[in-house]
């Protein structure tokens, strides 16, 4: 079992930054890959970034690549995501999941575990 808690969400004018915080309990924490997914209201939640369990390979979704970097750290049990040049289009709750499995990492279906997610607004 692995518990997930999410943080660093706000309100951020736009082109401003923000760096989102997941916190996990556990001791298996490097066993997991790590992603980031977001969702709107009536949407389907969606894929923003994922990482392998090493930390050396990482996805993006074209919508935030260029703009995000995410990380990790194993040994604080931690992951990241640092969102810049952030558009009033990235506003939206931001999950932490955690996934047993080394591919198709875009895939909400494929993550065990999730966070209770984090409030990113973006203004205009």
């Known amino acids: 079992q692995v518990q997930l808690v999410e943080s660093g969400g706000g309100l951020v004018q736009a082109g401003g930054s923000l760096r989102l915080s997941c916190a996990a309990s556990?001791?298996?924490?490097?066993?997991?890959?790590m992603g980031w997914f977001r969702q709107t209201p009536g949407k389907e939640r969606e894929f923003v970034a994922a990482?392998?369990?090493?930390?050396?390979?990482?996805n993006y979704a074209n919508s935030v690549k260029g703009r995000s970097t995410i990380s990790r750290d194993n040994a604080k049990n931690t992951v990241y995501l640092q969102m810049d040049s952030l558009k009033p289009e990235d506003t939206a709750v931001y999950y932490c999941?955690?996934?047993?499995?080394?591919?198709?990492?875009?895939?909400?279906?494929?993550?065990?575990?999730w966070g209770q997610g984090t409030q990113v607004t973006v203004s205009s």
């Open positions: 999941a955690a996934s047993f499995w080394d591919s198709n990492w875009d895939i909400s279906g494929r993550y065990d575990y």
């Open positions: 990482i392998s369990r090493s930390g050396d390979s990482a």
């Open positions: 556990g001791r298996t924490f490097s066993t997991y890959t």
